[in-house]
């Protein structure tokens, strides 16, 4: 059975794919530091830098709260809705909610903001249809939130920025990146 491929655990797969140095494993390597052009004014830096750590924290909530919606519709069973995961996407939301209120930025970036808040607001909403159907006896219609999870999701699309580090998925750490480095160190 040690030969056969489909009796490897997950663990094993990402040993095969994943070199021994890779990123993907332990500690993460040092993070190259942000490219800014020259004359970035300070108020812009630190906005960005501020809005970095909301827009992660969105892709974060937005990602647990599909999470459980999907579980939610897919098992049926309402179980789902007693997990600490909904409670800890609330905490999380109201962090978020906490470092939104506290953003402050130039009239350039006032899109860039709205992106970000139109997304808090629109997880916020199935959030709260989550925490209603707890309650709840019927089983939920859940296309309206999952509906504005994806709206919620294409804002922070449009609130993407690379100078930043705002971006929507990151491969500094893949295995094709750990791959790619021992292709390039070779030629």
Not at 78 to 89: G, Y
Not at 127 to 152: C, H
Request: proline content about 3%.
């Amino acid at each position: 059975m040690a030969g056969n491929k489909s009796s490897l655990s997950m663990l094993d797969w990402a040993a095969q794919i994943h070199g021994p140095d890779c990123a993907g494993f332990g500690p993460a390597r040092e993070v190259a530091a942000l490219s800014l052009p020259e004359g970035v004014a300070d108020e812009v830096v630190a906005y960005g830098l501020e809005a970095r750590q909301v827009y992660n924290g969105l892709k974060r909530l937005i990602g647990q709260v599909a999470g459980l919606m999907i579980l939610l519709q897919a098992s049926g069973r309402r179980e789902v809705l007693d997990l600490p995961s909904i409670a800890c996407a609330a905490e999380l939301f109201d962090e978020l909610r906490e470092r939104l209120s506290k953003l402050r930025t130039t009239s350039r970036l006032d899109v860039h903001l709205q992106q970000l808040i139109s997304a808090h607001r629109l997880v916020g909403t199935c959030l709260a249809v989550l925490r209603e159907q707890q309650a709840a006896k019927n089983t939920p219609d859940l296309a309206e939130p999952l509906g504005n999870l994806s709206a919620a999701y294409r804002h922070l699309q449009s609130a993407s920025e690379d100078r930043f580090g705002m971006t929507m998925v990151d491969f500094r750490h893949s295995c094709c990146n750990c791959g790619a480095e021992g292709r390039l160190s070779s030629v």
